[in-house]
């Protein structure tokens, strides 16, 4: 798995050494994600906000949330967003780079990982991540869309670790996992969309474009930009369900939940608001998850290089 863009199926295969074991990989891919983050999370919370509240377009919410809070509203959550690279990035991406080296070491020379192998181990790794990243994510959620609720409803969050710890004393350790359901599943297909297509796109794309021979950076812009845009239209659906399940307030004693469930949550946004709410935020989610996947994947491929010698995907 060098870095070096070759011929598919050419060259030796890699000798797995320390220097490239899953806690190295996980570490790595953490750290890829939380440089991704530092620069897409304002674009994140402006996704957010229009999934849960009503706009008249990404300029206007953008106008609203700035001119009501402040340009640091952009910023809220952002130590959730970190949290969540180190559980939900880390094995997003770590364990998909680990997979896919053992699955290559196991092959004979001159064989190619099949693209459906590559979606298994991208749906695997996400739908592991996920789950174990949901409490950041619910955290993150919630924290980036406390400014636009209104004042009695707002929950003043100080930080990540004090949102997971009151959402634990006050509703509960289980709802730390609330929305888990289309986390996960988002999460699978997040995962092996971009994860799989990125891998394949980098491997063949030299044969099909010859000008970018050689170019590594050059392929992996294209890369990530084309399975950014196919998982967009694929998440995006779940993506509106999560945020909206996740960011519910805690149901008076006595009176049912908001949504009972994801499946709740679907029917009564389409009924209510027509199919198209589905896809409420896919501009500023494609234009938070095509930089968040390039910058996230090239710092990851580069730092792993410079760590390992190989590449990470």
């Not at 064989?111 to 459906?116: I, K, N």
């Not at 989610?285 to 994947?297: V, W």
């Amino acid at each position: 798995m060098s870095l070096s863009l070759t011929k598919r199926g050419q060259g030796p295969r890699p000798v797995a050494t320390a220097s490239d074991s899953l806690a190295t990989k996980m570490v790595v891919s953490a750290l890829g994600g939380m440089g991704a983050a530092t620069f897409c999370h304002p674009i994140d919370v402006l996704r957010i906000q229009m999934q849960l509240y009503q706009f008249k377009g990404t300029a206007d919410a953008l106008k609203q949330i700035v001119s009501k809070n402040g340009p640091m509203a952009l910023y809220n959550g952002v130590t959730a967003a970190y949290l969540r690279q180190w559980t939900y990035g880390s094995c997003r991406m770590g364990l998909y780079s680990f997979f896919l080296q053992k699955v290559n070491a196991s092959k004979q020379p001159g064989t190619e990982v099949s693209f459906l192998m590559k979606l298994g181990m991208g749906c695997t790794s996400g739908a592991i991540g996920s789950f174990v990243g949901n409490p950041a994510e619910l955290a993150m959620v919630r924290m980036s869309a406390d400014s636009r609720a209104p004042l009695a409803e707002q929950r003043n969050y100080k930080n990540v670790f004090e949102c997971i710890v009151r959402v634990a004393r006050e509703e509960g350790v289980a709802a730390l996992w609330t929305g888990a359901t289309p986390t996960v599943i988002r999460a699978m297909l997040l995962s092996s969309t971009t994860l799989a297509v990125y891998s394949e796109i980098k491997a063949a794309l030299p044969s099909y474009v010859p000008m970018l021979k050689g170019n590594d950076l050059g392929i992996m812009f294209c890369g990530t930009m084309v399975c950014s845009l196919v998982a967009n239209v694929i998440c995006t659906p779940f993506d509106v369900v999560k945020s909206r399940v996740q960011n519910m307030p805690a149901p008076v004693k006595g009176q049912p939940p908001l949504y009972t469930g994801m499946v709740d949550c679907f029917v009564k946004g389409v009924k209510a608001e027509g199919p198209m709410v589905l896809y409420r935020g896919f501009t500023p989610a494609f234009i938070k998850l095509a930089p968040y996947t390039c910058i996230s994947f090239i710092l990851t491929e580069k730092m792993m290089k410079a760590v390992t010698g190989k590449a990470a995907f």
